[in-house]
């Protein structure tokens, strides 16, 4: 079995939980080769001479799983390129919450169980999300967590026109909104006071952030549904989207973002039995 270990350099400094990981892998009879989740800035980072990095489409090739090393972030970037070449993924947490994250830093031992298939696959959700500016769609990408669409840095309000199939949910006058998957309801969406949903449910989730209206309310949409967004005739002629906590893209007065469920799904690895209400007791402190 050729599993990919892709660490994040800034989370764990001289990859010293990697090479463990590496090691407790090989003793279980693994062949593992690395590469590195994004491109990195030359001196910018430190990294142990010793380790041969792989180019993702040249380690990614053969392979039958990866592991990420790092916080949510690093997961979410690695996990979306790992699903379009069919590689589920399992997260070791480096960083603060780590909701996605399977295992952390002391649980590496549990490792030794991948080379004998004794996991589970646990399928995610994901929304296609394009930008479309006069007919014509001027930007795709995938979210596994959300897509969020914000007034930018100035102190102003825009106003935010939301269609689930064509027919009007409303207008959201505030700081901005957040479309999200299951997954990504206890991201962004959470501290914006949107639901908590079970991660392996389909549904589309609609969040306001800071809405300057008393009726404003979160909504939790058929998986089937179909959203549109655009700036209502209150709001400023620009916005900005944000993938999945991406560099944002500029949005002009007259331009849609569309949003529906993707025939992609993200494949993460278990190898616990946690509950989903244990992790929420975990990582939100009430444990």
Do not use: W
Request: hydrophobic fraction near 40%; glycine fraction near 10%; aromatic fraction near 6%.
């Amino acid at each position: 079995m050729k599993i990919v270990l892709s660490p994040n350099p800034y989370r764990d400094k001289g990859l010293k939980t990697a090479q463990a990981a590496e090691k407790i892998l090989r003793e279980a009879g693994a062949e593992t080769c690395m590469s590195f989740p994004f491109s990195l800035e030359r001196g910018n980072v430190e990294v142990p001479s010793h380790i041969q990095f792989l180019p993702q489409e040249t380690a990614f090739a053969g392979a039958e799983l990866l592991i990420c090393f790092g916080g949510d972030g690093t997961i979410l970037h690695v996990a979306k390129d790992a699903e379009r070449h069919g590689i589920p993924v399992l997260g070791v947490n480096l960083g603060g919450v780590g909701f996605m994250a399977e295992l952390e830093a002391d649980q590496l031992s549990l490792l030794e169980r991948l080379p004998q298939k004794r996991y589970r696959l646990e399928e995610r959700m994901m929304l296609d999300v394009a930008v479309r500016r006069e007919g014509r769609v001027i930007f795709r990408d995938t979210a596994l967590n959300d897509a969020v669409i914000t007034k930018g840095a100035v102190a102003r309000i825009i106003d935010l026109e939301v269609r689930a199939d064509g027919t009007t949910m409303g207008n959201y006058p505030g700081d901005g909104l957040i479309v999200s998957t299951p997954t990504g309801s206890t991201a962004y969406a959470m501290s914006a006071g949107g639901p908590i949903v079970e991660p392996t449910a389909e549904s589309i989730l609609i969040t306001p952030i800071c809405p300057h209206t008393l009726h404003a309310r979160s909504f939790v949409l058929d998986r089937n549904r179909s959203v549109a967004v655009k700036m209502g005739k209150l709001s400023r002629k620009t916005a900005y989207l944000s993938v999945d906590g991406g560099k944002a893209f500029r949005l002009g007065g007259s331009d849609q973002v569309e949003l529906r469920r993707s025939k992609s799904k993200a494949k993460l690895i278990r190898l616990t039995n946690r509950s989903f209400y244990t992790v929420l007791d975990q990582k939100l402190g009430r444990t």
